[in-house]
């Protein structure tokens, strides 16, 4: 079993930047692929990014090269650096274990709240 804890959510202006984290912990040994998934009201959950151990990575169309994904291995840490943010971007915030990239696992953290205001 891997848990998964979320932080560094909070209120940002449209344009700003904001970095969200991932701590991993437990059965980690399964974790090939970490991925971070939002879900606004109203909307399907979707992947905003992902990243596998060897560091290959996933991106939602949305993103267009405003986000960056990346993980530390040794402090089991992964990072969402969210730059140019959009009120659309407004959302709670999800990472995920899993073993491939892009695919979800069954380990969900509890979520953190990103909030973009125009």
């Known amino acids: 079993q891997v848990q998964l804890v979320e932080s560094g959510g909070g209120l940002v202006q449209a344009g700003g930047s904001l970095r969200v984290s991932c701590a991993a912990s437990g059965s980690i040994f399964s974790i090939n692929a970490v991925g971070w998934y939002r879900q606004a009201p109203g909307n399907q959950r979707e992947l905003v990014a992902a990243i596998t151990r060897a560091g290959s990575t996933m991106y939602g169309d949305f993103v267009k090269g405003r986000f960056t994904i990346s993980r530390d291995n040794a402090k089991k840490m992964v990072y969402l650096q969210m730059n140019s943010l959009k009120p659309e971007d407004t959302a709670v915030y999800y990472c995920?274990?899993?073993?491939?990239?892009?695919?979800?696992?069954?380990?969900w953290g509890q979520g953190t709240q990103v909030t973009v205001s125009s």
């Open positions: 995920n274990a899993g073993s491939r990239l892009g695919v979800p696992g069954n380990s």
